[in-house]
C-alpha cells in the first residue's frame, strides 16, 4: 500500500467504526464517549430485556449473516460487543449492520427466546462453550 494507502486504509478504519458507532448509540450503550480508532465497545445491555446478553446477541448476528464481534472483551465492559468495521466495509454493510443491531435489540423486547436459542440458521446451533474451552477437538472426524 506504501505511506499513501496505508493513510488512507487507516482513516477509513477510524471513519466506518465512528459512523457505525453513531448509528449504534441509542440502540446500545456505548462503553466510552469520544471519538474512536478502529473499534469501539457497545455494551450488550438491553434494560427492558435483563437477561439476554452479549452473547445472544452476537449469536444473532450470524442469523442476519453477519460474523458477531469479539464478545466480554475488554473485561471492564460489562457485556462487552467490541466491533471493529474494517477499511474495506461499505456505508451499505454498515447500514446493514446497524439495523441487525436495531431488529435484534427490537426481538429481545418482544420474544428474548429467538435470541437464547441463536442462531437458527448456522450448520449448529449453540455450542457447550465452556466443555469445547476444556475438551478442543483438534481434529476434523468427518461426522
Do not use: C
Request: aromatic share 6%.
Amino acid at each position: 500500500l506504501g505511506a499513501e494507502g496505508l493513510r488512507q486504509a487507516s482513516e477509513m478504519a477510524v471513519l466506518n467504526a465512528n459512523y457505525l458507532k453513531s448509528q449504534v448509540q441509542g440502540v446500545f450503550p456505548i462503553s466510552h464517549d469520544r471519538i474512536h480508532m478502529h473499534e469501539f465497545v457497545a455494551k450488550g445491555i438491553i434494560p427492558e430485556a435483563p437477561d439476554v446478553h452479549a452473547l445472544d446477541i452476537a449469536k444473532r448476528l450470524i442469523d442476519y449473516g453477519f460474523h458477531p464481534p469479539t464478545n466480554y472483551f475488554p473485561l471492564i465492559v460489562p457485556e462487552a460487543l467490541m466491533i471493529e468495521p474494517t477499511e474495506t466495509e461499505s456505508i451499505e454493510t454498515l447500514d446493514a449492520f446497524a439495523e441487525a443491531l436495531r431488529s435484534i435489540r427490537d426481538e429481545a423486547l418482544v420474544d428474548p427466546g429467538v435470541l437464547h436459542e441463536a442462531p437458527h440458521t448456522a450448520p449448529v446451533r449453540r455450542l457447550d462453550e465452556v466443555r469445547a474451552a476444556r475438551q478442543p477437538i483438534l481434529r476434523w472426524t468427518g461426522e
